[in-house]
């Protein structure tokens, strides 16, 4: 396997916005605690193990949801409302990565199985509640460990499961994007199912904003603290359409049909909110077909 699946970002400190609009200080207390008992929360999660298939994926998505919008967070889904398109096939969701609220984002459209960097794993409270999950993690150190995470995922989609993965390899700042990196998509092709996929835009008064953005230098916390502190912050998850197997007969094929479909674009440019330092700005930047 080539090093090519290990990619860096260009995007730095410059390219993080700063909040426009924040909440007061007693709002921004109450969303830190009411987010905190959230995920405390998921240490109840156990007990959903208990329910019914469909009760029990119902609870764990509202919980996500929850998490959320303690976090001052608001949803908004465009396209299907589930990622499996025929219920128990498993299939591949792949998605674009900007910050720590996306896991959050895609499990409040519908639970899934994530394929995760290895740091996520001591995350306090939440890198607990991402492994109870049934996250696959990957060390990006290690390429011999690649193949057998590979193999891993494929048994899991041939069981019927949806999983994500982060089809960039890091994160970006939400404007700027990377090339998908081929080479966990030969998971798909390996367990004969469908890709799907998703698309996150993260938006302040109707224009992207590159706050949640996890980049550069940011610590988790302090990329917590801007998040809590910003006013009207809501995430788009744009379902695309699945792409059907035999669409391609390799992973590089497959990986993009996938970047292709997520660039969908129209002609209409994007108004890109004030943001500090953004080294980004000067690209064209279009808003998504769902």
């Keep these: ?126 890198g607990r509640i991402i492994t109870a999950a049934g996250t696959v993690y990957l060390d990006r150190e290690k390429l011999r460990e690649l193949p057998q995470a590979v193999s891993e995922l494929a048994a899991t989609l041939r069981g019927g499961s949806a999983v994500g993965i982060h089809a960039e390899g890091t994160t970006w700042c939400g404007l700027a994007s990377g090339h998908y990196k081929p080479a966990l998509f030969q998971a798909a092709l390996d367990a004969g199912v469908p890709v799907r996929p998703i698309v996150l835009r993260y938006r302040i008064d109707g224009h992207v904003t590159t706050l949640p953005a996890f980049i550069g230098s940011d610590t988790l916390v302090d990329s917590i603290r801007r998040v809590l502190r910003a006013r009207d912050l809501v995430v788009e998850v744009h379902v695309l359409d699945e792409i059907a197997p035999g669409r391609a007969a390799t992973r590089r094929e497959l990986a993009k049909l996938a970047e292709e479909q997520s660039n969908r674009l129209t002609s209409t440019e994007l108004e890109i909110a004030p943001s500090t330092g953004d080294s980004h700005r000067a690209r064209t930047v279009s808003p998504l077909v769902a």
């Design 1 to 126: 396997m080539s090093h090519a699946w290990m990619p860096s970002s260009p995007c730095g400190d410059g390219c993080v916005s700063g909040t426009p609009r924040e909440v007061g200080k007693v709002r921004q207390v109450w969303r830190a605690m009411t987010a905190l008992t959230a995920l405390l929360c998921g240490a109840l999660i156990a007990v959903t193990l208990l329910l019914p298939v469909k009760q029990r994926e119902s609870a764990i998505r509202l919980w996500f949801h929850a998490v959320l919008r303690a976090f001052g967070v608001r949803l908004r889904v465009h396209g299907a409302r589930k990622y499996q398109e025929i219920p128990k096939r498993g299939v591949l969701v792949v998605s674009n990565h900007v910050s720590w609220l996306d896991e959050l984002a895609i499990d409040s459209v519908q639970p899934i199985k994530l394929v995760a960097k290895k740091d996520i794993k001591s995350w306090p409270v939440l």
